[in-house]
Nanobody, 122 residues
Framework: QVQLVESGGNSVQPGGSLSLSCAVS????????MGWFRQAPGKEREGVSC????????YYADSVKGRFIVSIDNNKNMMYLRMNNLKPEDTAIYYC???????????????WGQGTQVTVSS
């Protein structure tokens, strides 16, 4: 069974930056892609950025394109999300997940971490 643990959530002012990490353990060969999702209060969970484990092709939601960068380190079984120029609307619980897809549009999330809170406020 794959287990995912997020870290790095914090409070930051608008325009600031944060880096999230996702540690993966278990049967790491059982999925093709991984991704970051977020859920704000009163809103549905949405895919933010996803990455194919094999060719490291990346997908970004339009709302974060140009500001967020996703990366993986297969040797360390880690995934990262670098978030720059954060906006109040980025406030949400951020989850990492494995995907049963190639990562495009963050389709078919499968297993989830417990989430980490990101708050952007002045």
């Amino acid at each position: 069974q794959v287990q995912l643990v997020e870290s790095g959530g914090n409070s930051v002012q608008p325009g600031g930056s944060l880096s999230l990490s996702c540690a993966v353990s278990g049967r790491t060969l059982d999925y093709d892609a991984m991704g970051w999702f977020r859920q704000a209060p009163g809103k549905e969970r949405e895919g933010v950025s996803c990455i194919n484990v094999s060719d490291e092709s990346e997908y970004y939601a339009d709302s974060v394109k140009g500001r967020f960068i996703v990366s993986i380190d297969n040797n360390k079984n880690m995934m990262y999300l670098r978030m720059n120029n954060l906006k109040p609307e980025d406030t949400a619980i951020y989850y990492c997940a494995t995907l049963q897809s190639n990562g495009y549009e963050c389709r078919r999330p499968d297993l989830w971490g417990q989430g980490t809170q990101v708050t952007v406020s002045s």
